[in-house]
């Protein structure tokens, strides 16, 4: 039987932002973007679904210790994004549309060198209770 386990941890940030293309006109980014490419930003709350797939330790039973999880997020994510204007306070959105799947991947950049090379990470980011993306590399 093969004992790897998926252990998640939930996180949350509240983030403005705003999705546009710099070269389009307000009523195209509005036509392309909708009510996110308002030019007065606007903010969500996300919800992080952090999930790690590895082997079960014989030793201590756990996959990953989820103290160690919980530290890792919230110093490279929560710290990071929370209350933030992504567009204007962060590098990686400086000229990144901060879109829910951009913002995953960036979320999923940041975690990877944090994880086991041979654990699997997957990012599930909520942007508002039914819209939700999922990214695994
Ligand atoms: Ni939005």
């Known amino acids: 039987m093969d004992n790897k386990v998926t252990v998640s941890r939930k996180a949350h940030f509240n983030a403005a932002h705003r999705l546009f293309k710099p070269e389009w ?3 195209k980014n509005l036509e392309v973007f909708g009510k996110c490419s308002n030019p007065k930003y606007h903010g969500h ?7 790690v797939t590895g082997t079960v330790d014989s030793e201590t039973g756990f996959v990953l ?5 919980k530290d ?15 567009n204007l306070e962060t590098e990686e959105f400086k000229s990144l549309n901060p879109t829910t799947e951009n913002i995953a991947i960036v979320i ?7 994880i086991k090379a041979d654990q699997e990470l997957e990012i599930i980011l909520y942007e508002t209770e039914r819209n939700f993306v999922k990214y695994s590399g």
Request: glycine content about 0%; overall charge negative.
């Open 25 to 27: 006109s307000d009523e």
């Open 45 to 51: 709350n996300y919800d992080l679904v952090v999930s």
């Open 65 to 69: 210790n989820l103290k160690k999880l």
């Open 72 to 86: 890792i997020i919230y110093r490279e994510i929560e710290e990071a994004f929370d209350h933030k204007n992504l």
């Open 108 to 114: 999923y950049n940041r975690l990877r060198p944090h």
